[in-house]
T-cell receptor
Framework: DAGVIQSPRHEVTEMGQEVTLRCKPI?????LFWYRQTMMRGLELLIY????????DSGMPEDRFSAKMPNASFSTLKIQPSEPRDSAVYFC???????????????FGQGTRLTVV | AQSVTQLGSHVSVSEGALVLLRCNYS??????LFWYVQYPNQGLQLLLK??????LVKGINGFEAEFKKSETSFHLTKPSAHMSDAAEYFC???????????FGTGTSLTVIP
């Protein structure tokens, strides 16, 4: 498997523009997570899905952020309109529920570095 | 609620010296525990994990960690630091019946030649 694939790797956009980040999880994984990483806040969980259904979106900062998972192999994180304070590295991760207790480890993508100017 | 605390946001060691990165967790029952490493401009990569089997867990690149229930700790060690170990290290916990991963704030390891 190629691992978790995110695109684009880098995105530079102007304030007010719509930004869409994409993620393809590892095949067979039933959990998908979106994280945001900044120097100030570290690694923050934004939202996670189980079997394509959003389970917890309490980490989504504002209504400007939305995430979808139309099928098991694709998810998007959209910011509309974007603001300079949204500049960060956004990571997608996926995991499978273990046969024992709880989840196995999370596998991370390479991240999308977003810069809003 | 689950959480992890990483003591020391920055750790510096000399090349060849012992590496010790600290992680304490809070949980009413022993959870799953993980250590991840992040190299510059890359995603997080799993170093090792504890899933209630052996309390001493060996990972990649010569790292190991010991689960100590009495101390609610899962410290990461490596006997001899190498320059290539310079990176950001994250401790994470996943509840034994839950679905989320809770990450610590990370420890930046610097290796001095």
């Amino acid at each position: 498997d190629a691992g978790v694939i995110q695109s684009p790797r880098h995105e530079v956009t102007e304030m007010g523009q719509e930004v869409t980040l994409r993620c393809k999880p590892i095949s067979g994984h039933d959990y998908l997570f979106w994280y945001r990483q900044t120097m100030m806040r570290g690694l923050e969980l934004l939202i996670y899905f189980n079997n394509n259904v959003p389970i917890d979106d309490s980490g989504m900062p504002e209504d400007r952020f939305s995430a979808k998972m139309p099928n098991a192999s694709f998810s998007t994180l959209k910011i509309q309109p974007s603001e300079p304070r949204d500049s960060a590295v956004y990571f997608c991760a996926s995991s499978a529920y273990g046969t024992g207790r709880g989840n196995t480890e999370a596998f991370f993508g390479q991240g999308t570095r977003l810069t809003v100017v | 609620a689950q959480s992890v605390t990483q003591l020391g946001s920055h750790v510096s060691v000399s090349e060849g010296a012992l590496v010790l990165l600290r992680c304490n967790y809070s949980s009413s029952v022993p959870p799953y525990l993980f250590w991840y490493v992040q190299y510059p401009n890359q995603g997080l990569q799993l170093l090792l994990k504890y899933t209630s089997a052996a309390t001493l867990v060996k990972g990649i690149n010569g790292f190991e960690a010991e689960f100590k229930k009495s101390e609610t700790s899962f410290h990461l060690t490596k006997p001899s630091a190498h320059m290539s170990d310079a990176a950001e290290y994250f401790c994470a916990v996943s509840p034994n019946t839950g679905n989320q991963f809770y990450f610590g704030t990370g420890t930046s390891l610097t290796v001095i030649p």
